[in-house]
């Protein structure tokens, strides 16, 4: 695949049977089912991101204090 004319706003799936299965049991298409799953990793992902980073700022708040100065 040539990576230039890949579109970095587009995910490409493998509809696997599992996943047509699923979306089918739930009564809404492949992709909406797939949009979904994304858009719950990246909450997910941004949620544990926030703690990680709030909890270092803790952890450094005296160091940080500093170098604010």
């Known amino acids: 695949m040539n990576r230039d004319r890949v579109n ?4 490409t799936l493998t509809v696997t049977p ?4 699923l979306a089918d049991a739930r009564g809404v ?3 909406e089912l ?6 719950r990793y990246v909450a997910d992902e ?3 991101t926030r703690v990680a980073a709030t909890g270092l700022a ?5 160091l940080l ?3 604010g100065e």
Request: proline share 4%; hydrophobic share 40%.
């Open 8 to 11: 970095p706003d587009t995910v």
């Open 18 to 21: 599992a996943l047509a299965d």
């Open 29 to 31: 298409g492949v992709e």
């Open 34 to 39: 797939a949009a979904e799953a994304l858009r």
């Open 46 to 48: 941004a949620t544990r």
């Open 58 to 62: 803790q952890r450094h708040q005296s």
């Open 65 to 67: 204090r500093r170098l």
